[in-house]
């Protein structure tokens, strides 16, 4: 079962989407067949948002069961159908996506973020935050991908992230690409305990590497 495809026609789905265990969020005029398609191999529910009148709502959101963050430049009301706390993010940093990397248990955020944004990352998702790079970047939400039993990450990331990822989340991690050798694999990979999606250039071996990585050979199998 092929599981992949693009959103707008384009295969960076981490920019334009975001999913939770619950819900995906798309953009607003995203094609009934991949809302379709992300609800079956997600399991979820799919919302078509704008972030403040914006369409790359996966580079502006990042939410876990507990709740969403959003950029000050959006209002609240934009997610106002998922039915759980929305926030926005003070400061500067408004690309909330990109910069906060998040699964039910835990967070690791900008390092340069401030002490005020991380209470309300804190407060709103309901986990412990923690300040970081990934591969020495900041935009830790899309150079890695988790979920709540595995952790994908770019695959020049440090042994020193690595030991620092597995203490803060408890899970195993392991590198890998999206999209053709995309070492930025929260930009090509929608993923939940239930299943994952890639954009259309991912590979078969990079798919593979992504099912082993976030525990979803069982599950792929299954379904």
Do not use: W
């Not at 379709?36 to 914006?54: E, M, N, T, W, Y």
């Amino acid at each position: 079962m092929i599981r992949t495809l693009n959103i707008f026609d384009n295969p960076v789905i981490g920019v334009f989407a975001t999913c939770t265990e619950d819900v995906a969020l798309v953009p607003i005029s995203t094609q009934s067949k991949v809302c379709d398609s992300l609800a079956k191999f997600l399991d979820v529910r799919v919302i078509p948002v704008l972030i403040g009148g914006s369409t790359v709502v996966g580079s502006l959101v990042r939410g876990n069961s507990n709740g969403f963050l959003i950029p000050n430049i959006a209002d609240p009301d934009d997610l106002k159908e998922v039915g759980l706390p929305v926030n926005t993010l003070p400061g500067k940093l408004s690309a909330v996506g990109n910069i906060v990397l998040a699964n039910d248990s835990a967070a690791l955020v900008h390092s340069e973020m401030s002490n005020e944004a991380i209470k309300v990352v804190s407060d709103t998702l309901g986990v412990d935050v923690y300040r970081g790079t990934i591969a020495g970047l900041n935009t830790v939400g899309m150079a890695g991908m988790v979920t709540n039993q595995g952790v994908l990450v770019h695959p020049r990331v440090t042994q020193a992230e690595i030991e620092n990822l597995e203490k803060i989340f408890g899970l195993p991690v392991s590198i890998g690409t999206s999209n053709f050798g995309s070492q930025h694999v929260g930009s090509g990979v929608l993923a939940n305990s239930k299943g994952y999606v890639a954009g259309s250039k991912t590979t078969g071996h990079e798919l593979g590497r992504i099912e082993d990585a976030l525990g979803l050979i069982d599950v792929v199998d299954k379904s």
